[in-house]
Structure formats: structure tokens, C-alpha cells
């Protein structure tokens, strides 16, 4: 499992003119399923994100995370993580979850982070997504679970 973790100051999703999702501080995450995750890979990527400390405190240190601040999560299914570019130029998806069961870890996972953060947004996929965001920092992090 991967995920693309960006600390913005707002982000949003839409698609054909409609926003399907917004939030204002906090964390705008592209979502990777590999045909290998579990659950229990999905509760240590989510427990990881949600403790990672990379918001900063009043001496300007990244000591506080999601909850500390109050902060919301836009979450995005994203299957081309999982590109693989290695041979010719037009990228592999066959590591990437099989549709069915990576949309069931997906919506696992809107399901543990809602338990925790205040405000979670998600996107259904659609063909033709268009991001906005405004990045705080910027501040990127990639989570591998296969580094975890």
C-alpha cells in the first residue's frame, strides 16, 4: 500500500465542474492498493499517517499531528502508485489491487480515519479528476507499507 501524503492549506477534488470533495487545513492523501494489502496493512499505513507529526507548533517545529490541529483529510483512491515504468514507455498497472478489493480497502480506510479525524472527504473514481490545492510548506511524504 502506498500513500502520497501533501500537509496543504486547503485542497479540493472535482470533476465535470461539481467539487466532490474539499477541506481546508490538514492533509490531501492519493491512495495506492497493491493486490498483496489487508486490512491489517491499511491499519498500519492509517495509523502511521495519522500520527505522523508534520504540522508545526508555536516555535515553528513540525512537533503536532492531524488531530492536534484539527485538521481534515482528503482521501483519493490512486491506482497508477503502483505504475510500473521499468520496461518501454507505457506504464504496468498489474501490481496495482485488483477494482473490487482495492475499492473494499479503500472504503476501509475512509471507515478507520473517520473514526479519528473530524472531517474526512472522499472521492469516488472518475476518469477525469481535477486537483486544487494549495501546498503548506510544501510538505510531501511518500508511505510505503512495505518499508513499515
Partial sequence: ???????????????????????GRGLMVLIGVSDEDTKETADKMVRKMLGLRIFEDE???????????????????????????????????????????ACGLYEYILAECRKQAPVVEQVEFVADLKRELLNDGPFTIVLDSAEL
Fill in 59 to 101: 516555535n515553528g517545529k513540525t512537533n503536532l499531528n492531524l488531530h492536534t490541529v484539527n485538521g481534515g483529510l482528503l482521501l483519493i483512491s490512486q491506482f497508477t502508485l503502483y505504475a510500473d515504468c521499468r520496461k518501454g514507455n507505457r506504464p504496468s498497472f498489474i501490481h496495482a489491487g485488483e477494482p473490487d478489493m
Fill in 1 to 23: 500500500m502506498r500513500f502520497v501524503i501533501q500537509r496543504v492549506a486547503h485542497a479540493s477534488v472535482s470533476a465535470d465542474g461539481r467539487v466532490l470533495g474539499k477541506i
